[in-house]
């Protein structure tokens, strides 16, 4: 081969290889576009993912901390049970009040019969300061 042959044929590669070359990076340039395209794709999925699985979260605090039927039905038995408790004590405490209070009814069923004795003690109080019998018969007789 003459140096001119050469000369062609190295020509010939590198006009191939710049083609080839140029072929490769507009091949490269269109994977690297679609890969930004399904980067932001992927992104905006797991955005989406993201803020459903805190909706999820939220749910299931919900779920959790939600009142439902059975309990409502167990605080009812529970405030049943306690107001009856209650009731109960306020009977006692009403009987207690009751017997504590016969005396002072008593006196004041009977006013009359109250009086009269108050009456009696004083007249016998005053009765027992007195020395003489006359002194007695002469008060009574003036009291009454």
Do not use: W
């Amino acid at each position: 081969m003459a140096y001119s042959d050469r000369n062609t044929l190295k020509e010939l590669m590198e006009e191939k290889f710049k083609g080839l070359t140029s072929l490769m990076d507009t091949k490269f340039e269109n994977v690297n576009e679609k890969l930004d395209e399904i980067c932001g794709h992927v992104q905006k999925t797991n955005g989406r993912v993201t803020k459903l699985e805190e909706y999820k979260e939220y749910t299931q605090q919900v779920i959790s901390t939600r009142v439902i039927q059975e309990m409502l039905m167990k605080v009812d038995c529970k405030i049943d049970t306690i107001q009856k408790e209650i009731n109960n004590k306020l009977e006692d405490i009403q009987k207690d009040i009751n017997k504590k209070l016969e005396d002072v009814s008593f006196f004041t069923r009977h006013p009359k019969l109250t009086l009269a004795g108050i009456i009696i003690l004083i007249v016998l109080t005053i009765g027992t300061f007195i020395n003489s019998d006359s002194a007695i018969i002469t008060f009574l007789s003036k009291l009454f």
